[in-house]
Every structure is written in C-alpha cells, then in structure tokens.
C-alpha cells in the first residue's frame, strides 16, 4: 500500500507561481510512475502531468504545457510540481497518483491517490 501526501497549495495571485509537492511512503518509489491531476468545482478530474519512473520521460496537459513541469527525486520518495505564470482557472484541488509501471494519462490507470491540497488562483 503506497500513501501519498501532498503538500504546498495555497493562494496565489494570478501570474505568481506555487510548487506542489507529494511524498509516497513506499520506498520502492522509483517502481512508479507517478501523476498530478486536478478537479476543479463541478468539473470531472483532469490530468495535468505525468513522469515516467527514471523520471526520463515527462508529458503534460495542453493546457499546462509550458508553464508547469513534472518532476521527481527518488532518492526523496518525492514528485514536484512547479506551477508558473498561474491563470484563474488552474483553481483546483490538485492530487498525486501512482501507478507500479509505465506512465499514464487516463487516471483510472491509477492505483493510489493522495488525499489532494486546493490550489486558488485569485484574478
């Protein structure tokens, strides 16, 4: 059973930028690739971006593309994510995921969720 904590949501003006951070408790963290996703109000939960296990392979949402980036330290059991140039409608509860192989866009290809941290975004 791999748990995921995340960590570094808050308020944010637009422009500004956060960094997410999510821990896994698993020690054979580097066996998994691992996801950010979000769901905003009244909207279904979206991917956001993805980083292949070596952390070698990275890909995101178009609409994130450019201004956030996935990242991992295994030696840390940790993945990153560095959101730039925030907009309003990145506002969402952002959540971690891991899968025990290859890298996944669809989240139902996830096994394991952290329990998320709100991101907002203020115009």
């Known amino acids: 059973q791999v748990q995921l904590v995340e960590s570094g949501g808050g308020l944010v003006q637009a422009g500004g930028s956060l960094r997410l951070s999510c821990a896994a408790s698993e020690r054979t963290f580097s066996l998994y690739a691992m996801g950010w996703f979000r769901q905003a109000p009244g909207r279904e939960r979206e991917f956001v971006a993805g980083i292949s296990r070596s952390g070698g392979f990275t890909y995101y949402a178009d609409s994130v593309k450019g201004r956030f980036t996935i990242s991992r330290d295994n030696a840390k059991n940790t993945v990153y994510l560095q959101m730039n140039s925030l907009k309003p409608e990145d506002t969402a509860v952002y959540y971690c995921?891991?899968?025990?192989?290859?890298?996944?866009?669809?989240?139902?290809?996830?096994?394991?969720w952290g329990q998320g941290t709100q991101v907002t975004v203020s115009s």
């Open positions: 995921a891991a899968r025990p192989s290859g890298a996944a866009v669809d989240g139902s290809q996830y096994d394991y």
